[in-house]
């Protein structure tokens, strides 16, 4: 509820369903809105998925329904509806679980989406990982490549890596919208050009993103552990077409950090955490470094000192900015479930430019409550 006077309570509906399961023949339902993450299924929608356990290793699955872009959205798009059919199977040789999905999904007439892929998922007490793959059959394009991986190098370090190729946004017809000020909906972009037009539009307004990750964390003793990681992201331009200009990605951008994490060094339950990293990025370059600690006085009472020095270069203007951030947080439990919070920050912040200097200072304050129930 929005107490301002003359603002709308902005209406939201995360998830309401009703589910039912027959735990003797195997077999569930679910009607209403809902998420999934697996299957093809790209997040949450209105509609029903069911499931039937076909036998000791394959589930199979079906869905019918609408996407919801926003909780917000509290009513059904009849606009836009996909069907689709997957299958779990699993876990083979106690390590291994897969899933297969194809998917359509139709928008005003249009085709949408139309993908088949999978997920392959592998885990032992050493190493593990994820796999997922989600390809456009309509439009003969990868939409999305995921891989998750872990490797106990030893008892006291573990190696972390990941890529994700990923469409921004995830490709469909809708696409051919963005940027449109005469339509809406894609009928009434049929007005304005024929139904191949409108597909490649769609092509033309959908970028690809490409991440890569790669992390080591080791034990050093019982009270410190040294955390290292690297990030590498680019992201692709876009074609100027149908009257919508094209937009500029992103050069490689690369990110560098070490941490250092200490715990009960003082008193058992206190936290360091001093964190150094360094962004080399297409408009900037950032050196950051983070002083972050937490230290219980008793059972009720914690506060949290914290300090972030960051210096950045603006490729494009030439400036340089200097960024002092000290703060502290003071949260006091009541009971199990129910603390106060107080926090205060101090931000002090100095441009150069073209031999001036401009120095900024702000401060903020919070206080509020946290009840779990």
Do not use: C
């Not at 033309?204 to 050093?220: K, P």
Request: glycine content about 8%; aromatic content about 12%; charged content about 20%.
């Amino acid at each position: 509820a929005d107490f301002i006077a003359n603002h709308a309570n902005n209406d939201r509906i995360s998830s309401m369903y009703f589910d039912a399961k027959d735990n003797v023949h195997g077999a569930s339902i679910r009607l209403g809105r809902q998420t999934r993450t697996t299957g093809g299924i790209l997040g949450r929608f209105d509609g029903i998925f069911g499931d039937y356990q076909l036998n000791q290793t394959v589930k199979l699955n079906l869905v019918f329904g609408s996407p919801v872009d926003s909780s917000s959205n509290v009513t059904l798009d009849t606009e836009r509806y996909f069907y689709g059919v997957s299958a779990d199977i699993g876990t083979i040789n106690n390590a291994w679980d897969f899933n297969v999905f194809a998917i359509n999904q139709r928008n005003n007439g249009f085709t949408d989406r139309q993908a088949i892929g999978g997920e392959v998922r592998y885990f032992d007490p050493i190493k593990s990982f994820f796999t997922l793959v989600d390809y456009d059959v309509f439009y003969n394009d990868l939409n999305l490549l995921l891989f998750n991986g872990r490797w106990s190098l030893s008892e006291k370090t573990t190696a972390n890596v990941s890529y994700e190729y990923r469409k921004s946004p995830i490709l469909t017809t809708r696409n051919a919208l963005i940027g449109q000020t005469a339509a809406t909906h894609l009928q009434q972009l049929l007005n304005i050009y024929p139904k191949s037009t409108i597909y490649n539009l769609a092509k033309d307004r959908t970028a690809h993103s490409n991440m890569w990750f790669a992390g080591l964390t080791h034990r050093l003793n019982e009270q410190f552990q040294l955390n290292g990681d690297i990030r590498l992201s680019e992201f692709s331009d876009t074609v100027g077409s149908g009257g919508v200009l094209a937009t500029q990605g992103t050069d490689l951008e690369k990110e560098y950090s070490i941490q250092v994490t200490g715990s009960s060094l003082l008193k058992e339950g206190d936290l360091l955490l001093i964190t150094a990293s360094y962004s080399d990025l297409t408009t900037s370059n950032i050196s950051t470094l983070l002083l972050n600690t937490r230290y219980p006085i008793n059972d009720k009472l914690r506060i949290n000192p914290k300090i972030r020095l960051r210096h950045r270069n603006n490729h494009t203007d030439g400036s340089t900015q200097n960024t002092y951030t000290p703060s502290i947080n003071i949260t006091y439990r009541i009971r199990r479930n129910f603390q106060f919070e107080t926090e205060i920050t101090g931000e002090w912040e100095r441009t150069s430019l073209a031999g001036q200097t401009i120095t900024n200072r702000n401060y903020f304050f919070l206080i509020g409550y946290r009840y779990d129930f």
